[in-house]
């Protein structure tokens, strides 16, 4: 049976502050409602992303602000932190964890700038929302094998699809160099490219 993450609760003390903070970075404003005076719920969706964010009056007993390492995955940090600091937010600088497998916490072995060579799964920054609310991006360029199905590769955004393009026809220029001549099968060498990095599977040469 398919269980999929949907939507993170996070609890925050003034619902239109955060209502705000977050609609101000980008995200997708799903819903407002109020069906009593001290029930009230908001949905948000990050753009690209196949989960939502909660929040409101009376949708959980958590403490505003306690909500700690929510992670979105991106697949250029530098220019999403750009993107942040236009929107409002304050992002940390780029960083990696020292054994380069995921990041500890509280801080411990962290090292400033982005995991060598852009690795993928390595780089992260924080920030925060008004409440204190706690997320992190990371960096993610190549999937691990097995994270993704390659039968039911999908794309979230068509900035995501281009990205997977451009990476494409990138690795085609040299595919056709190797091979000295001009491949006229290029789009199934695309298609076969594109889904193998979505999966984490080998890439064809």
Known sequence: MDMKLEVVVVP????????????????????DVAPENDFRVVQVTPPGSPASVIFGDSVTDQAPGSARGLHLVVDDIDASRDELMRHGAEPSDVFHDADG????ADGEARVSGPAPQHGSYGSFLSFNDPDGNGWLLQEIT?????????????????????????????????????????????????????????AGTELPT
């Open 12 to 31: 925050v003390s003034d619902v239109d502050r955060a209502k705000d903070f977050y609609t101000a970075l980008g995200w997708r404003l799903d819903a």
């Open 101 to 104: 497998v995921f990041h500890h």
């Open 142 to 198: 190549t999937r691990l094998p097995g994270r993704l199905d390659p039968a039911t590769t999908s794309f979230a955004s068509a900035e995501d699809l281009a990205g997977a393009l451009r990476r494409a026809a990138a690795a085609h220029g040299e595919h056709e160099a190797r091979i000295g001549a001009e491949d006229p099968d290029w789009p199934d060498w695309y298609a076969r490219y594109m889904v193998s990095e979505r």
